[in-house]
């Protein structure tokens, strides 16, 4: 049988080795003719053509079914045919072999195709072996692309709940563009996969779409107060107010921090509006400070002149004399205009000094002039005489009764009541004065 192989092998190449003179000829009409054990027959002409072409004409055709033969019996040998095609195929083979207008060795040819069943036999298990490497092959490719899926499936069921939306929505783009690229596997587990995959998708999707939908209303919400806000900052433009607008300005950009984000498009343009607007005022402020920092200079000046007259009023031996000339001076340093709040905070601040001594003074004087404080001094100061001669008629009675213990105590409260009644007279005499 190895004979039968290595003739097999080499059998297509061994026919066409050698003259072609050998197995045909040209007859001199030109008709070729094929050279067989049995004897030959002619297999056609090629007119126009010479001798020599026209029998390489014939020699083509036979390499050409020689080669078909070869090829079958490679094919086999590889394990790459099935064996009930291999069949079908050396039938095929057989019929056109046997009528072939060609010329080579047809014996030999015809030889090596009935060779090729037997040679079917001997190759069954490497189809069969092949076969079963290519279903383990398909097989572990299937589980490949399944696990490629399944991971891509996956990575879309995580992003269901993202809040990322733009990264989000470009990363299931791209998860998409891999899953196109992904090679298809059988269509229940295609579709199975696919549906996951979908609706990881669609829920995605309608997430950010009533997302953004709540948002739209939302970033309306914002440019509506945000537009109010810029409406007051540009209504405050020419104001001449400058502590009190620059605070209202302060206020508006709370209110403005307050009303949150807006959509970016919008929240800009208004932004702007408010930024020209506050702009605006506070160059016109500073400008308007600048012009009038000279004043504040000789104001401070006259401050500084004034401070020393404030001061001269100490001490105050005659409070409704210093009142009176503290006013006076006080309605003077009232009118002298705007001054370094700096240096002013300093100058105010000896200024209050001089005021608290003479309402201290005139706080005193209230307090002794008030005829129910002086009312209550004499009370208290005939109470505590009365109590002083009370103790003392109690303590010379219990002498001359013999009880020297009892008639102690008295005088001591009698003794305690003088000391009480020293500060009441002293206190008395105060308001006097």
């Not at 509006?273 to 702009?279: G, I, L, M, N, S």
């Not at 005022?281 to 004034?306: H, T, Y």
């Not at 002083?388 to 213990?405: D, H």
Request: charged share 30%; proline share 2%; no cysteine.
């Amino acid at each position: 049988m190895d004979n039968q192989s290595n003739s097999l092998n080499n059998g297509a190449a061994a026919v066409l080795i050698g003259d072609p003179a050998k197995f045909g000829r040209v007859a001199e009409d030109g008709t070729v003719y094929v050279i067989t054990p049995t004897g030959e027959r002619a297999v056609g002409s090629y007119p126009g053509k010479t001798a020599e072409e026209a029998l390489a004409y014939f020699v083509k055709k036979f390499e050409m079914v020689a080669s078909e033969v070869a090829l079958l019996a490679a094919r086999i040998r590889s394990g790459a045919m099935v064996p009930s095609d291999a069949h079908e195929a050396v039938n095929k083979l057989k019929i056109q072999i046997s009528s072939l207008n060609g010329v080579g060795d047809l014996a030999k040819l015809a030889q090596s195709i009935e060779q090729i069943p037997t040679l079917i036999d001997q190759h069954a298990g490497v189809y069969e072996a092949k076969k079963q490497a290519q279903a383990a092959e398909k097989a572990a490719r299937k589980s490949e692309i399944l696990a490629q899926k399944e991971k891509l499936v996956q990575e879309a069921e995580a992003l269901i709940d993202s809040v990322n939306w733009k990264a989000t929505t470009e990363k299931l783009k791209q998860l998409l563009e891999e899953w196109k690229k992904a090679p298809r596997l059988d269509k229940k587990a295609d579709a199975d996969l696919w549906k996951r995959f979908s609706s990881s998708r669609n829920k995605f999707d309608k997430r950010r779409r009533t997302h953004f939908a709540g948002l739209d209303t939302e970033h309306k919400k914002v440019a509506a107060a945000k537009e109010l806000i810029v409406k007051e900052a540009e209504s405050l433009i020419n104001s001449k107010d400058w502590l009190k607008t620059a605070q209202k300005f302060k206020s508006l950009m709370d209110q403005w921090k307050a009303a949150g984000r807006g959509k970016k498009s919008a929240d800009t343009a208004l932004w702007n509006r408010f930024k020209a607007a506050q702009d605006t005022f506070f160059a016109a402020k500073n400008a308007d400070l600048e012009k009038r920092q000279g004043s504040m200079v000789e104001n401070l000046a006259k401050r500084e002149a004034m401070i020393s007259e404030f001061e001269s009023l100490l001490p105050i031996t005659d409070f409704k004399l210093a009142r009176n000339k503290f006013r006076d001076l006080e309605s003077k340093w009232r009118r002298i205009g705007m001054t370094d709040r700096k240096k002013l905070a300093a100058l105010d601040a000896r200024v209050e000094k001089v005021s608290d001594a003479i309402s201290e003074l005139e706080r005193n004087h209230a307090r002794k002039s008030d005829p129910t404080a002086i009312a209550q001094a004499n009370k208290v100061v005939q109470g505590l005489s009365e109590a002083i001669e009370n103790y003392e008629k109690q303590a010379a009675k219990a002498e001359a009764a013999g009880q020297t213990a009892k008639a102690m105590l008295a005088r001591e409260a009698a003794a305690a009541r003088r000391t009480w009644l020293a500060e009441a007279q002293k206190g008395l005499t105060d308001f006097a004065n």
